[in-house]
């Protein structure tokens, strides 16, 4: 085949991604309808995967998979769950932003022109400290996936901030959500002690096809969630993927067959303390580096030889990752859906 | 002709009907009255558009590790997209919308 190369296939593939998520973000914009518009916000998100795989990056594009297409459009539609489905008309007509917009979007344009040339060897980014990591990452951590070497080894600290943020945001919806319900009596366990029939949305608990499919799925959404989680050194994965990912397993029982019996699974008060247990793992890793004699998130000296000592501290740390996300999460996912239950008897008791 | 020129002829012939089948599978969403008849045209972009085209990819691929992804990608779809519209299509019924019947567009008059 000639006047057809891989380039120019690259580069059909990349212009027709970017004109679909323009049409998304437009969508997102023009339309009053906000389950359209998560279900858009969903659609953009996996384009946006799409192209981080189209650019090789497959950690990054399972991230937005699993975060921007998964569970973030699950925890905005019970979101809408509590509010009203339209937005309201904006009173004025909001030509500051859209100035502003403009003048920005220009100069973005402006300046990128100044950038080096896409992929190109002798850019910048490819020259600072890039090749040390890419010559040193295999033999040091003997972790083949260099991207989970520099997230969990060598950037420890950044990852760590992280996981601290995940833990921040977590703390602050539960604050805001849980604060109000206890002023109205107690945390409640979002209807533990009922049926495992009196919660989920009716429409959904009568359907046999919607239980099976989501029996025989389960199981494998939680052994992929597994196995992005142990074979994150090797392949595309790690702690924050497989984190979402067994969460989303929890939310998909959760919709099918009700929070009651989701949360016999994955109770509340577990839930509760994996949110900073996971923070706690990874700054623990890192102590327990100091006390075997080196210095914080040094995982050399914590086995036999400084190998397997990474990987050991790799483990470690991707784990305390995978316990915070996940339960931050579901303790997300659990608080909305308990609000909503918690409205739902308020109006049938008056 | 050689084997690998029937397979290559195979692969490409079913490549080219996956790709039909999706066109048709866009083309019934775009056109079709109401939802549960765009629901079923979307369907048929789910099952024989992507079933074609993994099976095209998989002939080109032979007997690899490619081809039993593309085989688990399949089963996956499978399970998983039936299901999905099925669900949307409960939730439509259930949320009041109702199917448009040849009995309810009077523009169109009886059948013949």
């Given at each position: 085949?000639?006047g057809?190369?891989?380039?120019?296939?690259?580069?059909?593939?990349n212009?027709?991604?970017?004109?679909?998520?323009?049409?998304?973000a437009?969508?997102?914009?023009?339309?009053?309808n906000?389950?359209?518009?998560?279900?858009?916000?969903?659609?953009?998100?996996?384009?946006?995967?799409s192209?981080?795989?189209?650019?090789?990056?497959?950690?990054?594009?399972?991230?937005?998979?699993?975060?921007?297409?998964?569970?973030?459009?699950?925890?905005?539609?019970?979101?809408?769950?509590?509010?009203?489905?339209?937005?309201?008309?904006?009173?004025h007509?909001?030509?500051?932003?859209?100035?502003?917009?403009?003048v920005v979007?220009?100069?973005?344009?402006?300046?990128?022109?100044?950038?080096?040339?896409?992929?190109?060897?002798?850019?910048?980014?490819?020259q600072?400290?890039?090749?040390?990591?890419?010559?040193?990452?295999?033999?040091?951590?003997?972790?083949?996936?260099?991207?989970?070497?520099?997230?969990?080894?060598?950037?420890?600290?950044d990852?760590?901030?992280?996981?601290?943020?995940?833990?921040?945001?977590?703390?602050?919806?539960l604050?805001?959500?849980?604060?109000a319900?206890?002023?109205r009596?107690?945390?409640?366990?979002?209807?533990?002690?009922?049926?495992?029939?009196?919660t989920?949305?009716?429409?959904?608990?009568?359907?046999?096809?919607?239980?099976?499919?989501?029996?025989?799925?389960?199981?494998?959404?939680?052994?992929?969630?597994?196995?992005?989680?142990?074979?994150?050194?090797?392949g595309p994965?790690?702690g924050?993927?497989?984190?979402?990912?067994?969460?989303?397993?929890?939310?998909?029982?959760?919709?099918?067959?009700?929070?009651?019996?989701?949360?016999?699974?994955?109770?509340v008060r577990?839930?509760l303390?994996?949110?900073?247990?996971?923070?706690l793992?990874?700054a623990?890793?890192?102590?327990?580096?100091?006390l075997?004699?080196?210095?914080?998130?040094?995982y050399?000296?914590?086995?036999?030889?400084?190998?397997?000592?990474?990987?050991?501290?790799?483990?470690?740390?991707?784990s305390?990752?995978?316990?915070?996300?996940?339960g931050?999460?579901?303790?997300?996912?659990?608080?909305?859906?308990?609000?909503?239950?918690?409205?739902?008897?308020e109006?049938?008791?008056? | 002709?050689?084997?690998?020129?029937?397979?290559?002829?195979?692969?490409?012939?079913?490549?080219?009907?996956?790709?039909?089948?999706?066109?048709?599978?866009?083309?019934?969403?775009?056109?079709?009255?109401?939802?549960?008849?765009?629901?079923?045209?979307?369907?048929?972009?789910?099952?024989?558009?992507?079933?074609?085209?993994?099976?095209?990819?998989?002939?080109?691929?032979?007997?690899?590790?490619?081809?039993?992804k593309?085989?688990?990608?399949v089963?996956?779809?499978?399970?998983?997209s039936p299901?999905?519209?099925?669900?949307?299509a409960?939730?439509?019924?259930?949320?009041?919308?109702?199917?448009?019947?040849r009995?309810?567009?009077?523009?169109?008059?009886?059948?013949?």
């Open positions: 085949m000639t057809v190369t891989s380039e120019s296939i690259v580069l059909f593939v212009t027709a991604l970017l004109l679909l998520m323009c049409a998304a437009l969508g997102v914009v023009r339309l009053r906000l389950f359209a518009v998560v279900m858009l916000g969903g659609v953009y998100s996996f384009l946006m995967a192209l981080m795989v189209a650019l090789d990056a497959v950690d990054v594009g399972m991230t937005e998979t699993a975060v921007g297409a998964g569970i973030s459009v699950v925890l905005m539609l019970s979101v809408l769950g509590l509010t009203k489905t339209r937005e309201a008309a904006p009173r007509r909001p030509l500051v932003a859209l100035v502003v917009s403009a979007a220009v100069s973005l344009l402006y300046a990128s022109g100044d950038l080096p040339p896409f992929g190109d060897p002798a850019a910048p980014a490819h600072h400290v890039a090749p040390e990591y890419l010559a040193r990452a295999p033999v040091e951590t003997g972790a083949p996936n260099i991207v989970t070497a520099v997230l969990a080894s060598y950037r420890g600290y990852t760590l901030g992280e996981t601290a943020v995940i833990l921040t945001g977590g703390i602050g919806v604050v805001l959500l849980l604060g319900r206890r002023r009596g107690g945390v409640r366990q979002g209807g533990a002690g009922e049926s495992p029939e009196g989920g949305a009716p429409m959904l608990r009568d359907t046999v096809i919607l239980r099976v499919g989501a029996k025989i799925l389960l199981p494998f959404i939680l052994l992929f969630a597994l196995y992005v989680q142990f074979h994150g050194d090797f994965g790690g924050f993927q497989a984190g979402v990912a067994a969460a989303t397993g929890v939310v998909l029982y959760a919709l099918v067959f009700g929070v009651a019996s989701a949360q016999r699974v994955a109770p577990v839930v303390v994996m949110v900073p247990l996971g923070v793992i990874y623990g890793t890192g102590l327990a580096g100091m075997a004699g080196g210095n914080y998130l040094d050399s000296v914590l086995a036999h030889d400084p190998v397997h000592g990474q990987h050991w501290g790799i483990f470690a740390v991707e305390g990752v995978f316990v915070t996300v996940s931050t999460m579901l303790a997300i996912f659990y608080a909305f859906a308990g609000r909503r239950q918690a409205r739902e008897e109006g049938a008791g008056r | 002709m050689s084997p690998d020129d029937i397979l290559e002829i195979a692969s490409g012939a079913c490549l080219v009907l996956g790709a039909a089948f999706v066109v048709i599978g866009a083309l019934g969403l775009l056109r079709f009255p109401d939802l549960f008849a765009r629901v079923h045209a979307a369907s048929l972009i789910d099952t024989l558009g992507i079933g074609f085209l993994a099976l095209g990819m998989g002939l080109h691929a032979g007997w690899s590790q490619v081809s039993l593309l085989g688990f990608i089963a996956l779809v499978g399970l998983t299901v999905a519209t099925h669900a949307l409960q939730a439509a019924l259930h949320a009041g919308e109702r199917p448009v019947l009995s309810d567009r009077r523009d169109e008059g009886p059948l013949p």
